[in-house]
């Protein structure tokens, strides 16, 4: 096995992140300060350092419905205008400090009324808040592109305003839909409407499927409701079987996901923490990369996993030994998986990541 690549390397390499949640992903001193503001007295602890640590061990429950609690305490101090441009500011920014020239950054309008805006204005704050995150990243000399995902929550009966909501805003920075929350008892059909109407439209989605419930879920997500992409999708290996003498054998709903290159956005610290996967050395992209799914890294929650795009890439390459061509692999088969259009998407492959990698390649040799 090769050395592995070392963090600090990774950072340099131009990353593609496709699954991230803005309200998992805020910076626990920010948490605090807002919470100040705002007058919220539930957190769990009021020193940063702590209140990170706090959220890592509480999401690390080996249960979704548990790690998804802790979100009560994120989704509390974003209720206004000021903090929700903020915080996707500081997403932009803290992504781009991470090496990510593209993002698609999601969360649910949804969960941000409470403090009396609408939906609108939930996404006209966020969109806000990623142009002066990228400002400021550009003024330190880094460019990153980000674009937006809107999530409707599974267990709640929004899906189709919210997707009439992301179709709305396709031109000025959303570029997609998605569904979220607890996956088992709230199966992807519910939301047919949403898909049916999204697809009428021309328009792009992903949907959580595979992280805490299996096949069935992730054969109606692709099947019945004709999702883009498949948020985890790790429980594909349920239908990946080793017959004697190491022969793997593939079940039609794995072949056709590998097929017709259904891109996986794979969370690896998160499925540990939840349990869909037993540990980073176990997880299942190992196998789904060997088969050529199309398989991409991504970072699902920064916060409640205490990890950054470079951190999962920098665990996996321990764990299986990956090089620069793998990492290259991976970024690639995100670029082309993002809902981007197809020229803007060369562009980067061309432009931005190819030349990245050639370069580290040729410093590495
Ligand atoms: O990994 C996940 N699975 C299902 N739902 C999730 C995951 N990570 C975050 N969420 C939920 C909690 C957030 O409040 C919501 C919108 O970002 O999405
Ligand atoms: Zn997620």
């Not at 997609?176 to 519910?190: L, N």
């Not at 795009?309 to 670029?335: C, I, P, R």
């Not at 020229?343 to 390649?361: H, M, S, T, V, W």
Request: aromatic residues 8%; negative net charge.
């Amino acid at each position: 096995m090769s050395h592995p690549l070392t963090l600090e390397q990774i950072r340099r390499a131009p990353k593609v992140l496709l699954h991230d949640h803005l309200d998992g992903g805020l910076r626990p001193a920010t948490v605090v300060e807002l919470a100040e503001a705002v007058g919220y007295t539930g957190l769990p602890a009021t020193d940063p350092a702590e209140l990170g640590a706090w959220f890592r061990d509480a999401a690390d429950s080996g249960a979704l419905e548990r790690y998804l609690e802790t979100f009560t305490h994120t989704v509390a101090v974003m209720q206004t205008r000021e903090a929700l441009v903020r915080v996707a500011a500081e997403c932009a920014e803290d992504l781009a400090a991470d090496g990510v020239v593209y993002a698609e950054v999601r969360y649910a309008p949804e969960q941000h009324l409470e403090g009396g805006l609408n939906l609108d204005e939930v996404v006209e704050a966020v969109l806000e808040g990623f142009r002066v995150g990228r400002e400021r990243a550009a003024e330190q000399g880094r460019s990153i592109r980000v674009g937006t995902l809107l999530t409707a929550m599974r267990h709640a009966a929004r899906s189709r305003e919210i997707a009439e909501l992301a179709v709305r805003y396709r031109d000025v920075g959303v570029v997609g839909f998605d569904i979220a929350g607890a996956e088992a008892g709230h199966p992807p059909t519910r939301h047919l409407d949403a898909f049916e109407y999204l697809r009428r439209e021309n328009a792009h989605f992903t949907i959580h499927a595979g992280e805490a419930f299996g096949l069935p879920s992730i054969w109606e997500a692709v099947q019945w409701c004709g999702a883009d992409r498949l948020g985890h999708g790790v429980r594909i290996v349920d239908d990946i079987e080793f017959a004697e003498g190491g022969e793997v054998r593939m079940g039609r709903l794995a072949r056709y996901v590998r097929d017709t290159r259904v891109p996986l956005e794979m969370c690896p610290s998160s499925n540990v923490q939840t349990g869909a996967a037993v540990s980073i050395a176990e997880h299942p992209i190992g196998l789904l990369r060997d088969l050529r799914f199309r398989v991409t890294v991504n970072t699902d929650n920064r916060l409640q996993s205490g990890t950054s795009l470079s951190e999962e890439f920098a665990k996996l390459s321990s764990a299986f030994g990956y090089d620069w061509d793998d990492l290259q692999w991976f970024t690639v088969n995100a670029m082309k998986s993002s809902f981007l259009p197809f020229d803007e998407r060369l562009a980067l492959i061309n432009g931005r990541i190819k030349p990245g990698f050639a370069q580290l390649k040729w410093a590495a040799r």
